[in-house]
C-alpha cells in the first residue's frame, strides 16, 4: 500500500524548487531515488531568500543556487553544479547566521558523546528566527552579536558556564521578541541605550502607561556543578548504546535522564515525582533572582525563563489544586501557585506511586513569595516562560493587593496578563473554571 505523503509548501521560490527537487528524486523508480542533497533545508533557504535585499553576498548565492535547482528538475545538474549548490548553500547559511553556526558547532562538537542542558534548551529554528529578526531590529542584532561573542570566547569544549551564560542571553532575546509582538513599543534598557545600575531589562507601554519587565532565566539546582555531573552522566547511555551495536545487536537501546531537581551527588535520595521539591525550588530561584533595586523605576513585573527546570502540570500548575484523571485521578497541587501563594503548612498533593496509594506528600514549611509577610516580593506580578519548541507557554500570577503602582492599577496588571499570557491566575484562584481539571 502506497501511503502519500504531504510537506508543507515553502515561502520562497528558492525554497519551493528545492522542495520540488527532492519530491521528484523521491518519485522515482525504487533503486534511483537517491539525489546530492544532504541536510541542506527548504526552510533555511527560505530564510536566505528572505534576507536577499538585506545582503549582496547572500543575494549572489540565491541567484546561482536557484538556477542550479532549475535546471536539476530540467534534469541536467551535472555533480559538479550539485557541489556548487552545496557550497554555496554552506557559505550562505554561515554568512547570513554566524550565531547559529557558532552554536552548532558547540552542538556537533558533543554530539554523540553527551548532553549539555542549556545548549539543548535552545531552539535551533526560534535562534535563526531571532537572528533572521535581527537584520531590521538593533536590540535584537545586539542579542546575536553577544550570544556568538560568548560562545567564541570559549577557548575549551565543553564549557558549562558559557552554555548557561549562551542560554540567558537567547532567553532574554526570546522574552523581548515576545514582547514585542504583543507591545510594540518595547524596547531595550541596556547599556548603549541608558541603562544605569540595577533597572530592569525592558519597558513597555500599554493603554498609554509605562511599565517595565526584569528578566531571569532560572537554572537547574547547584548549577554549574550540577551541569557538569549531568554530563558526565550522559556520556554512559552512549557508552552502552556504543557497546551494543560492537557486539552486533540490531536495535540498540540506553536510558539518558535529565533531572534539573536533583541536587550535586544527590542520586541516591532523590524523589523524582516531589511536587514540594518543585515548589521549594521555583519559591527559592525565583525569590532570590529579583532585587528590589532592578523594580524601582516603576510598576516592574518579574519574567522567570523556566525553561531548564521543567515545570509540571502545564497551565494548570497556576490553580491551588486541579484534578488530574492519570492514573485513576487524583488532585494534584499546582506548583507555580504555591510557590506564589502557598502558606506554611499548606498540605501538597501529588501522583500515587502506585493506583489506591497516598497522595499527601506533605505540608509546606515555608509561605509563597506573595505571601511572605517578612519579605514582600518587589514586582506587581510574575510570569513564568517556557520557550517551547511547539508553542511557548506564558504562565502569569498576581495579588491584586500587591499589582498596584502609582497610577498604575491591579487592573491594568490583569490586563497585561490577559494580553500576554497564555494562561494566567490570582491569589483568589479567579481563573478556577479554567484550571480545575488537567487537560492534555
Known amino acids: 500500500m502506497k501511503h502519500a505523503f504531504t510537506v508543507e509548501p515553502a515561502k520562497s521560490e528558492i525554497g519551493q524548487l528545492f522542495q520540488d527537487f527532492c519530491l521528484a528524486a523521491r518519485n522515482k523508480p525504487e533503486g534511483q531515488r537517491s539525489h546530492p542533497f544532504g541536510y541542506e533545508s527548504d526552510s533555511t533557504l527560505d530564510a536566505l531568500s528572505d534576507l536577499i535585499d538585506h545582503d549582496s553576498i ?3 548565492h540565491c541567484v546561482r543556487m536557484t538556477e542550479i535547482l532549475k535546471g536539476g528538475l530540467a534534469g541536467t545538474m551535472t555533480d559538479e553544479q550539485a557541489k556548487d549548490f552545496k557550497k554555496r548553500y554552506a557559505t550562505a547559511d554561515a554568512h547570513a547566521f554566524p550565531a547559529v553556526t557558532e552554536f552548532l558547532k558547540h552542538v556537533h562538537h558533543i554530539h554523540g558523546l553527551t548532553h549539555n542542558h542549556s545548549l539543548g534548551s535552545i531552539d535551533l529554528a526560534s535562534l535563526q528566527a531571532l537572528e533572521q529578526a535581527a537584520y531590521d531590529d538593533p536590540a535584537l542584532n545586539r542579542f546575536m552579536a553577544d550570544f556568538r561573542a560568548r560562545l567564541k570566547q570559549v577557548t575549551s569544549k565543553p564549557d558549562v558556564k558559557a552554555y548557561s551564560q549562551a542560554f540567558e542571553i537567547y532567553s532574554e532575546a526570546m522574552v523581548y521578541s515576545l514582547l514585542k509582538v504583543k507591545f510594540p513599543a518595547t524596547i531595550r534598557i541596556d547599556a548603549k541605550s541608558g541603562k544605569i545600575g540595577s533597572t530592569p531589562d525592558f519597558q513597555c507601554e500599554w493603554d498609554g502607561k509605562v511599565f517595565y519587565v526584569e528578566v531571569k532565566s532560572l537554572d537547574i539546582v547547584d548549577g554549574e556543578c550540577r551541569h557538569r555531573e549531568m554530563m558526565e552522566d550522559g556520556f554512559q ?4 548504546l556504543e557497546q551494543q551495536t560492537n557486539a552486533g545487536q ?5 536510558v539518558s535522564v535529565i533531572a534539573p531537581y536533583e541536587r550535586y551527588s544527590e542520586n541516591k535520595n532523590y524523589d523524582s515525582a516531589s511536587l514540594i521539591t518543585v515548589i521549594n525550588t521555583l519559591r527559592e530561584k525565583a525569590g532570590s533572582a529579583f532585587k528590589s533595586p532592578q523594580f524601582a523605576l ?15 502540570g502545564n497551565r494548570y500548575c497556576l490553580a491551588p489544586y486541579y484534578y488530574d484523571s492519570f492514573q ?3 488532585i494534584i497541587s499546582g506548583v507555580w501557585w504555591q510557590a506564589c501563594f502557598g502558606t506554611s503548612g499548606t498540605p501538597i498533593f501529588r501522583h500515587s506511586d502506585l493506583e489506591g496509594k497516598p497522595t499527601l506528600e506533605g505540608h509546606l514549611q515555608s509561605p509563597g513569595m506573595f505571601a511572605d509577610e517578612t519579605k514582600s516580593f518587589p514586582g506587581i506580578a510574575l510570569i513564568a516562560v517556557e520557550l517551547r519548541k511547539n508553542g511557548d507557554n506564558i504562565f502569569g500570577l498576581f495579588d491584586e493587593r500587591q499589582s498596584a503602582n ?3 492599577s491591579a487592573d491594568d496588571t490583569e490586563a497585561v496578563l490577559a494580553n500576554f499570557c497564555t494562561s494566567y491566575n490570582d491569589r483568589g484562584n479567579y481563573q478556577a473554571h479554567l484550571l480545575s481539571e488537567y487537560q492534555p
Open 58 to 60: 547572500v543575494a549572489e
Open 237 to 240: 547511555p552512549n557508552i552502552q
Open 250 to 254: 540490531r536495535v540498540a537501546s540506553a
Open 298 to 312: 516603576g510598576p516592574t513585573i518579574a519574567l522567570a525563563v523556566c525553561d531548564r527546570l521543567v515545570i509540571p
Open 328 to 330: 485513576g485521578g487524583a
Open 406 to 408: 502609582g497610577d498604575w
